[in-house]
């Protein structure tokens, strides 16, 4: 069964505005890490934000934000303010605890299109 | 955080010949991870690289096909052998580091197999 789901393969939005992307995971450990990673036309994988299962309140690192719900089993990120450079892949990941540190499962990824 | 140079960054190479991808952090890291990822796909780990023993391949994944050397803390190389149009894809390097120990790449290697 996939680990991490990310339902949406594309999605646009105006800059300026706030876009919300999903993502879902599945585990049976209690303590897991979350990760979002954006990946530009270049290739290279750039880390964004991390959410701890047992972190109680969501993070925050500039523009970007997570939404976590722990029960639905979801940590949506969310990107105010979008900007052209945001225009990217989008990976969610998760790594529980005990596992390799790098082995992390990631989704399939949502491509970001930015419209000005 | 941990600054990587991964190289090279493309090439296209011949149905049949080898590939060498290097890896290089600015700092001494126990492991160091190679990843794959096929075109439109996600990423999917190929071998944990670990100083001084033989790397750990995942499900799916053989030494014959992807050596790896880790001659010290700080450098790895990845071979992708006997290459096919099928290994034709992103190849990363990373390293975990700093708090809640993320994941940072190299800038990865483009490969396209003819």
């Known amino acids: 069964a996939q680990k991490i789901t990310q339902t949406q393969p594309g999605m646009f939005v105006q800059e300026k505005e706030a876009v919300t992307l999903d993502c879902t995971y599945d585990?049976?450990?209690?303590?897991?890490?979350l990760f979002w990673y954006k990946q530009p036309s270049s290739g290279e994988m750039i880390f964004l934000i991390y959410?701890?299962?047992?972190?109680?309140q969501n993070a925050t690192e500039g523009r970007y934000s997570l939404n976590f719900q722990k029960a639905r089993k979801s940590a949506n990120l969310v990107i105010s303010a979008s900007q052209l450079g945001d225009s990217a892949m989008y990976f969610c990941a998760m790594r529980e605890a005990g596992t390799n540190a790098g082995k992390s499962t990631f989704g399939d990824g949502t491509t970001l299109t930015v419209k000005p | 955080s941990a600054v990587i140079s991964q190289k090279p960054s493309r090439d296209i190479c011949q149905r049949g010949t080898s590939l060498t991808i290097q890896c290089q952090v600015d700092?001494?890291?126990?492991?160091m991870f190679w990843y794959r990822q096929q075109p439109g796909q996600s990423l999917t780990l190929i071998a944990t690289?670990?100083?001084?023993?033989?790397?750990?391949?995942e499900s799916g994944f053989v030494i014959d096909k992807f050596p790896i050397s880790r001659p010290n803390l700080t450098f790895s190389t990845l071979t992708v052998s006997n290459m096919s149009p099928e290994d034709s894809s992103i190849y990363l390097c990373?390293?975990?580091?700093?708090?809640?120990?993320?994941?940072?790449f190299g800038s990865g290697t483009q490969l396209s197999v003819l």
């Open positions: 959410q701890g299962s047992y972190d109680q």
């Open positions: 585990t049976s450990d209690p303590s897991y890490g």
């Open positions: 990373s390293v975990v580091s700093g708090l809640h120990e993320k994941l940072f």
């Open positions: 700092s001494q890291v126990t492991m």
């Open positions: 690289a670990n100083q001084g023993s033989e790397a750990t391949y």
